[in-house]
């Protein structure tokens, strides 16, 4: 329940504070006086978009400030679900900023908008003008009439099934278009990945063979400068190992004079035997090398094939051309898992498709067993208000294809006039007539669910007369369940309210601004006789006033 209402430089509206209570409160006042502009404040509350151009002063920040009373709306959960403090009261703030950026708070929390409109829905029900057109449509009318039929439970649980099954669907189609790509690619794939597999290649392999390749063509040179090197090192007479040798005889017999020549006869010894071991070692290498003609042009024709399969695929290394072999390999595999995925994927759309008859098939039975109740009882409240001749039928049709409203569809048809043609509510109806359909729909739902603060903006479009009055009527008796704020321009239904607020303007030399109060009961006569006689309040207007009023 709505219990208090804070706006701040919204619009016309500079500063207003203002107290909501239970039961049936009415909004009355001039045209222009802000009445809307109160309906738009509030609508930021549950969520709607925000505009700067709402700011009243372009330099200060607009805010709007509600606090509802929600312990009997069984909305723990929400809270849990959001990391939100839960309280029996709950305060919701909307604030616009100049740059125009949008913030919402549910608790003094931060708090996106889509989950403060999810809060705002079940806190509120506003109805304006735009929701009276929204009738006209079958996904609005399939969801009251679910609302009438206590089957939104089932609804959802049928929407969360529907929605996987649909996602499931959709993937099994890319799946089936990916195996048919695939089908079409495979031949070529298992073509390209053939001819690498059976080259046997392995890593830095080009590389390893080039190197091996350099030294087969060189041979020759190779040999030679290593017989050299042997030679030089280990001649007998010349060699550099021979004349170090004499070196290191003709200064050993100084070891004893210094440390100094002992150290030099040590470092010329270790000289002479690395030398001789490099020596040994490139007549080793001499022995090693040979002219191959044979392992050269194997290596040639090895090379050969890895360029050109580098050339082929526009790859630099053998590397390369394994990732691309691995790559084709996960292809192949991936092409021939895609039939058994695709098989799982068909029998969980199985699975799902049967589940969803079933719920279907439920959902089709309950709304039948409560159509000819529900057109019942809109039929007795549109005659009440005023259209005794008026039809009401709800046209229910099933087929066995799955919708995301089960296997079924619904038209709401109308006529106004008796022996008049049933038509779809959009052809039959004029504004007035709709704005009743919608009220009487409206107040057959409240009567059987819970629901939020019920508002109504434009409820009593094109009636006038008795008419208002039993529009009065029916709304006073919603009231009795839920807290229901009505903006009328009707005095016959002004007078049924438990509470009567007064939306004004004041204007100076500057500026005009809207304001609210809560009006007294004399107060209420006043207006409502204001409301009566249009212009100059007259005595007869004044004392229909008091008899709208004891009727309350």
Not at 271 to 281: G, N, R
Request: aromatic fraction near 6%.
């Amino acid at each position: 329940m709505l219990k208090h209402l804070s706006v701040t430089n919204y619009a016309l509206i500079e500063k207003l504070e203002i107290g909501f209570d239970k039961g049936f409160s009415v909004i009355t006042g001039e045209t222009g006086a802000g009445k809307s502009i109160l309906l738009g404040a509030l609508s930021l509350i549950i969520g709607n978009r925000a505009e700067v151009k709402v700011l009243s002063n372009k330099e200060k920040k607009c805010i709007v400030e509600a606090t509802f009373k929600i312990d009997s709306y069984s909305l723990e959960l929400f809270f849990q679900k959001y990391e939100l403090d839960y309280d029996s009261v709950c305060i919701i703030r909307r604030e616009i900023l100049p740059s125009g950026k949008s913030r919402g708070f549910i608790n003094d929390t931060p708090v996106r908008l889509p989950i403060m409109k999810e809060l705002g829905s079940h806190l509120m029900n506003v109805h304006s003008q735009h929701q009276t057109l929204e009738l006209n449509t079958g996904e609005f009318q399939i969801h009251v009439f679910d609302s009438f039929s206590k089957t939104l439970n089932l609804v959802s649980e049928y929407s969360c099934s529907y929605k996987k099954y649909k996602c499931l669907e959709l993937e099994c189609n890319d799946l089936l278009a990916e195996e048919n790509k695939a089908r079409q690619e495979q031949d070529f794939l298992q073509f390209q990945f053939n001819e690498l597999e059976s080259a046997c290649l392995l890593e830095n392999e080009f590389q390893e063979l080039e190197k091996e390749r350099d030294v087969l063509n060189n041979s020759s040179l190779i040999k030679e400068k290593l017989f050299c090197l042997d030679q030089t090192l280990s001649d007998e007479e010349n060699g550099v190992v021979s004349v170090l040798t004499t070196g290191l005889s003709a200064i050993q017999s100084l070891e004893s004079f210094s440390d100094e020549y002992k150290d030099l006869i040590t470092r010329l010894d270790s000289a002479c035997i690395e030398l001789k071991d490099i020596a040994f070692e490139a007549d080793r290498l001499v022995e090693e090398v040979t002219l191959d003609p044979n392992r050269l042009q194997e290596i040639e024709d090895r090379l050969d094939v890895i360029y050109r399969l580098m050339q082929k695929h526009r790859v630099n290394s053998v590397n390369e051309l394994l990732a691309l072999q691995k790559d084709l390999e996960s292809k192949i595999d991936k092409y021939s898992s895609l039939e058994d995925e695709i098989e799982k994927i068909k029998n969980q759309l199985n699975t799902l498709q049967a589940e969803l008859q079933q719920k279907a098939g439920v959902l089709s039975k309950q709304r039948r067993d409560n159509l000819l109740l529900f057109q019942k009882e809109i039929q007795e409240i549109i005659r009440e208000l005023g259209m005794p001749n008026a039809l009401f039928l709800v046209d229910l049709s099933t087929d066995d294809r799955l919708t995301v409203n089960g296997f079924d569809s619904i038209k709401f048809k109308f006529t106004a006039n008796k022996g008049g043609e049933l038509l779809e509510l959009s052809k039959a109806a004029s504004g007035g007539e709709l704005s009743r359909v919608m009220l009487a729909i409206k107040s057959l739902i409240a009567s059987s669910n819970v629901m939020p603060t019920i508002i109504f903006d434009e409820i009593d479009t094109g009636i006038s007369g008795e008419v208002a009055g039993k529009v009065g009527n029916i709304l006073s008796k919603m009231s009795k369940k839920h807290q229901l704020i009505t903006i009328t321009h009707l005095p016959q239904i002004a007078g049924k309210g438990n509470h009567h607020y007064w939306v004004y303007k004041k204007t100076d030399d500057h500026s005009t601004k809207s304001n609210i109060r809560l009006l007294t009961k004399e107060e209420r006569v006043t207006e409502l006789a204001k409301m009566l006689s249009n212009e100059k309040i007259t005595e007869s207007a004044i004392e229909a006033a008091r008899e709208l009023l004891t009727f309350n």
